[in-house]
């Protein structure tokens, strides 16, 4: 291990059918209302977390919840845990602002993100 640390889970992402009514129910949830409102992605910053609703699952196909380890240097953390037998399964790419988000699987399946503020 190269030892590249995490800073934890302080990003989760559910893909949603219905964004109004995910809205509605993750905003009484949360007690606060979203700071990112866009018809392609909603976004709630509470207590130091974000939780994000993707319609539909986005262009990424979510079918489930997926949980964002939040790292200081992704390809590096790439490097690591597919030489410990993780599989890609989204590079890292920049989705706005600097941030970098990749996801991997485990050896079950288990969807993992990665992401990294610049």
Not at 27 to 32: D, N, S, T
Not at 69 to 83: M, S, Y
């Amino acid at each position: 291990m190269t030892g590249s640390s995490t800073q934890g889970i302080k990003t989760v992402l559910h893909p949603v059918s219905d964004l109004a009514r995910a809205k509605a129910v993750y905003a009484a949830l949360l007690g606060v209302q979203p700071q990112t409102d866009e018809s392609y992605y909603v976004g709630f910053e509470a207590e130091g977390q974000h939780i994000g609703l993707v319609p539909n699952g986005g262009p990424q196909g979510m079918s489930s919840p997926v949980a964002y380890w939040h790292v200081p240097d992704i390809e590096a953390k790439l490097a690591e845990v597919t030489a410990a037998g993780a599989v890609v399964k989204e590079a890292a790419h920049d989705v706005g602002g600097g941030r970098l988000v990749a996801t991997v699987t485990d050896p079950d399946g288990n969807v993992l993100g990665l992401l990294q503020d610049r």
